[in-house]
């Protein structure tokens, strides 16, 4: 003897099967239902030969989303390493995880880079790379460098992981070659936006 369930899903299916039979236009003509519009064509008498459009109501225009837009990366602070030996800017480290880059702004062949630290107080009271110049030293002897790349492609994104230092103060800057080239280059410390 059939179970219960299935003496009531045969007369749920057969009142299904009729409601997706789709009603002729009265007129005659070529009228086309929402249903239709919908869907790109035509619903067929009927619905198990509807020949397959290929169309979706996602698919349609006016579905109401908007397309994604990429993200990308934005330069928060640059620096330029002129005539001077270095240049740095001191920034703080997203505290969310967000991504960080150096960016080689100029393809100019100097080093950018990302320390822990910067040089000691210049005469206007700021503390940066410059300081050990003055004293007559050379910045990398003294930089603790986190990340550090050359820059020799403009436009060539490093990222760097700066996560164990998420919210603290950290200097980012340029400075010049061990054999005196890579002056006049520009770097920017960069973050991830959507």
């Known amino acids: 003897m059939p179970s219960r369930t299935v003496l009531l899903s045969v007369p749920s299916l057969l009142f299904g099967l009729l409601a997706c039979q789709a009603p002729s236009p009265a007129s005659g ?5 929402e249903r239709d519009q ?7 008498d009927d619905p198990w030969s509807a020949p397959d459009t290929g169309a979706s109501a996602v698919d349609e225009e006016g ?9 990308g990366w934005v330069c928060q602070s640059s620096f330029r390493n002129g005539s ?11 505290d969310d995880g967000t991504s960080t880059a150096l960016i080689c702004v100029t393809d100019l062949g100097g080093v950018g880079y990302v320390s822990s630290n910067t040089g000691p107080t210049m005469d206007d009271g700021v503390a940066r790379c410059q300081g050990w110049e003055e004293d007559g030293e050379d910045c990398a002897d003294h930089l603790d460098y986190i990340d ?5 492609e403009e436009g060539a994104v490093f990222e760097v992981d700066l996560r164990p230092w998420a919210g603290e103060t950290l200097w980012a800057g340029v400075h010049r070659q061990s054999d005196g080239s890579g002056h006049f280059t520009e770097v920017c410390i960069a ?3 959507d």
């Not at 919908?38 to 067929?44: A, D, H």
């Not at 270095?86 to 703080?92: L, Q």
């Not at 550090?148 to 020799?152: A, E, K, L, Q, W």
């Open 84 to 94: 001077e030996l270095c240049d740095d800017e001191s920034f703080d480290v997203p």
């Open 63 to 71: 579905s109401g989303e908007e397309p994604e837009e990429p993200g």
């Open 29 to 33: 003509g070529d009228v086309l239902t």
């Open 191 to 193: 973050t991830w936006e």
């Open 38 to 44: 919908l869907y790109g064509g035509s619903v067929s």
């Open 148 to 152: 550090r790349v050359d820059c020799h």
